[in-house]
């Protein structure tokens, strides 16, 4: 409004007010959100604004270089050069570099070197979100547009693993082509490949479902492996290190500027040197194979194609070789995992991404008599000298319960003509199928009471059968070794009698692997002491310092140790606990030479008079042929009443009387254990013996030919 006097224009004071208090609202406002970011929200921000600023750098380790017990590798790192190109090093700006289309005079120089075009494919939010550096079809040109809008101070892998040659081509151009360099980065190496792959593994990307674990022990999930398999997974703890860091200071385009702290270096993993020999490994897997492939060709025909060798020494529990057929090439899996190879070995029905060594179950057959013999000479089932009528064939009548009046079956002796009298030590040397019957179940006017399958697993379980034993492997089996409450919990059914004889012979529900039978002939021939099997000799630092040294372990000695559950005379198990008497174990090393020694013994034609330079080596042993009937042997028919297929088994140890090593011999579907298996072991013991002669320094003996 104007005023009177001087026609001045005169303000409302309520205008006045109004604009005092919306600046006062403003500096308000304002006022506040600064208190909030300041000093509420301060410490938040200023976080931010460290991360902002700061960027932490992981530096990879180098994993531990596996060896066996001579130091000869048998998993190393080896130099991937990949090249990289950082973006904002190209030469774009004219005042550093004015020659026209130098970024592209690069990549045509570059794209021949390394087989991958100059430009390829379509930028967009598909194609961008599936991008993955060195697998993909991009060109060069969209890989560092695609790196440009992400990090351009980050030096992209273009190509990954060139040759070595290649490699130095790139480096010398160094001055050239600014912002493209070569990167090495380490991946890993099997120089013996499938011959140990089924001990070592292979190394694989970090599982999404232990991202968290791996992170927070300061691994970087899309670029560190850790073991899949072998002992690569079972020791990945103790091989693979730790990583290094840096924290340093970028700009907003991600360029480092300085490190603002010290750097953390990486700790390389530990060494580890395994117990296996390398030489006795290959030739352990050269007479399985060459057994298989030999008796194939007898028969013309695809009859077995897989089986497992397994040498340890008993007085120590190290495994000197472990061989799993069929099995894998870990070196097609260094690098990466090839899907089509890694399905190829999935889908085949041979499972040689399986360990048959020690996750296979099979029936052990007569190698299993072993634990029956003990548990009858220790429980005063016979006596050493009792002899048992073996007429080839025997009646019994097959009872579910006491009241059952039951009905009669027949058990026969792989001899239908019999083996007459029988003793305790010739049972075992000729492996005779009626006396381990008799005194497995009993039999009228002979054995009175036999065995009984309660305290037959109990023996069975003290010689390392029905649980894992704990080898630094992974995906162990347990096997299995029936009790009467086991078949009544899981097949809904009483133990009956025929249960009893066919268990006595490892038939029936007895599953085991390849490692317990082998561990069940090393605490016999190591007078009933059981060490616990290893693979892991030395740990050592990155420097060949050994940290940590192999020590035997006792798991347990049956002779002192308490293990056998006492029944009463109702067949309840007591409290009380009982050992095995030492010339229990004595008189079954007894029965194991004659199996071999024996001119009658079921190995003597395939494991006697063993020669090694002049010197004779003693071989204990048992033979084993047992039925199966599987899914395989259903499918292809085999499974025919009274005539099923054999698997082929032999167990055995030497020297006699010194062990010094304990083989396991299996072939799958190989039939006869003495004629398959048999020759297998041999030529096991003679690689193993003729080895320690060559190491030992003995001059060799040629024996002349009359």
Aim: overall charge negative; proline content about 6%.
């Amino acid at each position: 409004m104007n005023n009177a006097k001087g026609n001045k224009p005169v303000i409302d004071k309520w205008r006045i007010r109004f604009i005092y208090i919306l600046i006062a609202i403003v500096f308000g406002f304002y006022t506040l959100k600064l208190f909030t970011v300041q000093i509420i929200n301060g410490n938040y921000y200023l976080e931010q604004s460290e991360d902002n600023r700061t960027n932490e750098i992981n530096i990879q380790t180098e994993r531990g270089i596996i060896m066996d017990r001579n130091g000869v590798v048998l998993a190393r790192n080896v130099a991937s050069y990949n090249v990289t190109i950082t973006p904002a090093d190209l030469p774009g700006d004219p005042t550093v570099n004015p020659l026209p289309g130098a970024i592209q005079e690069i990549y045509r120089e570059l794209s021949p070197l390394i087989d991958i075009p100059v430009s390829n494919g379509v930028l967009n939010d598909d194609t961008v979100k599936l991008f993955t550096p060195c697998y993909t079809d991009f060109g060069i040109a969209e890989i560092v547009i695609i790196q440009d809008t992400n990090a351009p101070y980050t030096a992209v892998n273009v190509a990954c693993d060139i040759d070595k040659e290649t490699a130095m081509i790139i480096s010398e151009k160094a001055t050239d082509w600014p912002g493209v360099g070569i990167k090495i980065e380490p991946i890993r190496e099997y120089p013996t490949g499938d011959m140990t792959s089924e001990i070592i593994g292979f190394l694989g990307p970090i599982p999404a479902t232990q991202e968290e674990y791996y992170r927070e022990e300061g691994f970087v999930t899309d670029r560190d492996k850790v073991g899949y398999a072998g002992v690569e997974s079972t020791l990945n703890d103790i091989l693979a290190g730790k990583n290094g860091k840096r924290v340093v200071e970028v700009d907003v385009a991600g360029k480092e500027i300085r490190d603002l702290e010290p750097p953390v270096d990486p700790i390389p993993g530990n060494n580890v040197k395994l117990t296996i020999d390398t030489r006795l490994q290959a030739a352990t897997k050269a007479a399985l194979i060459g057994e298989i492939q030999w008796w194939n060709r007898y028969f013309n025909t695809i009859r077995s194609s897989n089986g497992v060798a397994i040498a340890v020494n008993p007085k120590t529990g190290e495994v000197l070789a472990m061989v799993s057929y069929p099995t894998f090439e870990n070196n097609r899996m260094a690098k990466y995992i090839p899907a089509y190879y890694y399905n190829q070995l999935l889908a085949d029905p041979l499972t040689p991404l399986f360990n048959h060594a020690i996750s296979a179950e099979h029936p052990p057959g007569s190698v299993f008599k072993l634990s029956t013999a003990i548990g009858v000479m220790n429980e005063g089932v016979v006596t050493p000298n009792q002899s048992l009528t073996c007429p080839g064939k025997i009646t019994i009548t097959e009872k579910y319960s006491p009241n059952d009046p039951g009905y009669e079956r027949e058990y026969v002796c792989y001899d239908e003509l019999g083996h007459g009298q029988v003793s305790y030590t010739r049972a075992i040397a000729l492996s005779c199928d009626i006396y381990f019957y008799k005194v497995g179940g009993g039999y009228a006017g002979e054995v009175d009471e036999g065995l009984g399958i309660d305290r037959l697993a109990e023996y069975a379980k003290a010689l390392s059968y029905g649980q894992a034993t704990g080898i630094e492997l992974p995906g162990e089996a347990e096997g299995l070794i029936p009790t009467s409450a086991w078949k009544r919990i899981n097949m809904s059914e009483n133990w009956s009698t025929g249960d009893t004889y066919i268990a006595a012979m490892g038939q029936g529900y007895v599953l085991s692997t390849a490692l317990q039978v082998v561990e069940s002939a090393a605490i016999i021939a190591n007078d009933g002491v059981y060490m616990q099997p290893t693979l892991v000799r030395e740990v050592l630092d990155s420097d060949g310092n050994v940290i940590q040294s192999f020590t035997p372990k006792v798991k347990w000695d049956i002779t002192k140790d308490p293990l056998i559950t006492v029944f009463d005379e109702n067949g309840i198990a007591t409290e009380e606990k009982k050992t095995v008497a030492p010339w229990v174990i004595d008189l079954t090393q007894e029965g194991m030479r004659k199996v071999v020694a024996d001119t009658e013994g079921t190995a003597h034609n395939y494991l006697n008079n063993i020669i090694i330079n002049g010197k004779e080596i003693p071989v204990a042993g048992k033979t084993g042929t047992a039925e199966y009937c599987d899914n395989v042997a259903q499918e292809k028919g085999l499974c025919i009443p009274g005539s099923w297929p054999t698997h082929s088994w032999f167990v055995g140890y030497a020297p006699y009387d010194d062990p010094e090593i304990a083989v396991v011999a299996f072939v799958y579907n190989g039939g006869e254990g003495a004629s398959v298996a048999g020759p297998i072991a041999r030529k096991v013991f003679e690689a193993y013996f003729e080895l320690k002669a060559i190491d030992a320094g003995e001059p060799e003996v040629v024996e002349e030919i009359e």
